[in-house]
């Protein structure tokens, strides 16, 4: 069974920075792609952020593109969004999804081409 736990979400001014972690348990995420979506207030989930299962390829939503960067530490078995420059337009509840196969490519996990597991949310609020 499958677990994702995020964390690193909280309050921040226009402008700040935070980091969010997606710590993944039963199983290895060595050979898994994962990416990070969001959903904010009366809108549907959006795609953010995803990294191929070999950790590199990253895909990035337009909006967030030169502000945000993912990265995945498979010795922690862990996966990560650093946010720069955050606006508050970026303010949602972020999720991270781990597909369900094995050697997805971000190009996949940013379509959610296939099954994904999700984690239970981390809020992130930007004030203005």
Request: aromatic share 10%; glycine share 10%; charged share 15%.
């Amino acid at each position: 069974q499958v677990h994702l736990v995020e964390s690193g979400g909280g309050l921040v001014q226009a402008g700040g920075s935070l980091r969010l972690s997606c710590a993944a348990s039963g199983r290895t995420i060595d050979t898994y792609g994962m990416g990070w979506f969001r959903q904010a207030p009366g809108k549907e989930r959006e795609f953010v952020a995803a990294i191929s299962w070999h950790g590199g390829s990253p895909q990035y939503a337009d909006s967030v593109k030169g502000r945000f960067a993912i990265s995945k530490d498979n010795a922690k078995n862990t996966v990560y969004l650093q946010m720069n420059s955050l606006k508050p337009e970026d303010t949602a509840i972020y999720y991270c999804a781990l597909p369900q196969i094995p050697f997805s490519t971000a190009i996949r996990i940013a379509t959610v081409a296939d099954s994904v597991s999700w984690g239970q949310g981390t809020q992130v609020t930007v004030s203005s």
